[in-house]
């Protein structure tokens, strides 16, 4: 057996299909990567967006972003399924190679370290404004003269 590959693929819906019509081709799709023994890692749902520019003379569409392991063979079966389904009005599929992959994890990493970093700040300025005196604020000599 050969070695799994990690792909990303795009795909925009058009926008004239139902919500259930959406959901029933990306479970086609998904199905389609299972069938040829792949598996699926994530797959995202991001919903009607606008188009940059006009495809099919459509303006919007529904986007999916199904990142997926298989057989590098497996793609160009994909991308001839992309083509073929009149619901799909545009797709890209992208290769992920190891050192994309282990920089992904690298900068997911420290994002994770920064947001801790933040939250352990916040938390030890909220406990140091606790043990200030409440501030007394002097009264000018114009306040005396009403």
Same mark, same amino acid.
């Given at each position: 057996m050969k070695a799994l590959r990690t792909?990303? =693929? #795009?795909?925009?819906?058009?926008?004239?299909r139902s919500d259930d019509e959406v959901q029933t081709i990306a479970q086609q799709v998904e199905g #389609?990567?299972? =069938?040829s023994g792949g598996s699926i890692v994530r797959s995202e749902a991001w919903g009607k967006r606008r188009l940059a520019y006009e495809v099919n003379h459509f303006t919007e569409g529904y986007y999916i972003l199904m990142r997926f392991q298989s057989d590098p063979s497996f793609v160009s079966r994909l991308e001839n399924h992309f083509r073929l389904d009149e619901s799909i009005i545009r797709a890209l599929t992208v290769y992920f190679d190891e050192k994309t992959l282990r920089l992904e994890e690298e900068q997911k990493k420290r994002t994770e370290e920064l947001i801790k970093a933040s939250a352990t700040r916040?938390?030890?300025d909220d406990d140091d404004d606790d043990d200030e005196p409440p501030q007394r604020h002097r009264r000018d000599r114009d306040d005396d003269d009403d």
């Open positions: 792909y990303e =693929a #795009l795909y925009i819906v058009r926008p004239d #389609l990567v299972t =069938a916040r938390s030890q």
